[in-house]
T-cell receptor, first 110, second 121 residues
Framework: ELKVEQNPLFLSMQEGKNYTIYCNYS?????LYWYRQDPGKSLESLFV?????AVKQEGRLMASLDTKARLSTLHITAAVHDLSATYFC??????????FGTGTRLQVTL | GAVVSQHPSWVICKSGTSVKIECRSL??????MFWYRQFPKKSLMLMAT?????????EQGVEKDKFLINHASLTLSTLTVTSAHPEDSSFYIC?????????????????FGPGTRLTVT
């Protein structure tokens, strides 16, 4: 059974600082996803990573994938308050259904 | 493109009644839709996979007689919570897998609806 773990679960960081969220998954995976969720809202797709070594960047967020280590990271550069949200990674394993990580609640303070 | 809608966005119902939630893919066809449940400050848990024209596949621990799923067309899946109880109060999110593509080949990616907040009193 595929298990997806994220850490940290909660992250409070100051504006302008950098930090990384980690996502480990337990079995071989075809795809790794990152989503953002604002309070009371559904998911917003951020990135989909398809192959080992894949790196994608959008604004202050950068995601990478290491399939050998079964690890994905979401790096935040020079955080701003607007990035405050909960971030989820999710993996398909070798099936078509998504298994979500525990989520990381990010709070960016002034 | 790739828009998924849910209706209603929120609903309050009395204990013992049933409530139906609709999930529609607006600009693509979805042979497969997924239903998730999310409790406050928790992650999304897959409840079932809805396949057009066939029975849904439920995850372990999900009561199929309580959560009825119907996927009657390539753009619509419904989740009916029967005899709802307060513990069924949750945020229900559907997703639809693009099997036809909005422009160009299908992506086979899942697109998420905006969610339905159910409160059972």
């Amino acid at each position: 059974e595929l298990k997806v773990e994220q850490n940290p679960l909660f992250l409070s960081m100051q504006e302008g600082k950098n930090y990384t969220i980690y996502c480990n998954y337990s079995t071989t995976s075809d795809r790794l996803y990152w989503y953002r969720q604002d309070p009371g809202k559904s998911l917003e797709s951020l990135f989909v990573l398809l192959s080992n070594g894949a790196v994608k960047q959008e604004g202050r967020l950068m995601a990478s994938l290491d399939t050998k280590a079964r690890l994905s990271t979401l790096h935040i550069t020079a955080a701003v308050h607007d990035l405050s949200a909960t971030y989820f990674c999710a993996s398909t394993g070798t099936a078509s259904k998504l298994t979500f990580g525990t989520g990381t609640r990010l709070q960016v303070t002034l | 493109g790739a828009v998924v809608s849910q209706h209603p966005s929120w609903v309050i119902c009395k204990s013992g009644t049933s409530v139906k939630i609709e999930c529609r893919s607006l600009d693509f066809q979805a042979t497969t839709m997924f239903w998730y449940r999310q409790f406050p400050k928790k992650s999304l848990m897959l409840m079932a996979t809805s396949n057009e024209g066939s029975k849904a596949t439920y995850e372990q621990g999900v009561e199929k007689d309580k959560f009825l799923i119907n996927h009657a067309s390539l753009t619509l899946s419904t989740l009916t919570v029967t005899s709802a109880h307060p513990e069924d109060s949750s945020f229900y999110i559907c997703s639809a897998r693009d099997a036809t593509g909005t422009s160009g080949p299908p992506s086979y990616e899942q697109y998420f609806g905006p969610g339905t907040r159910l409160t059972v009193t």
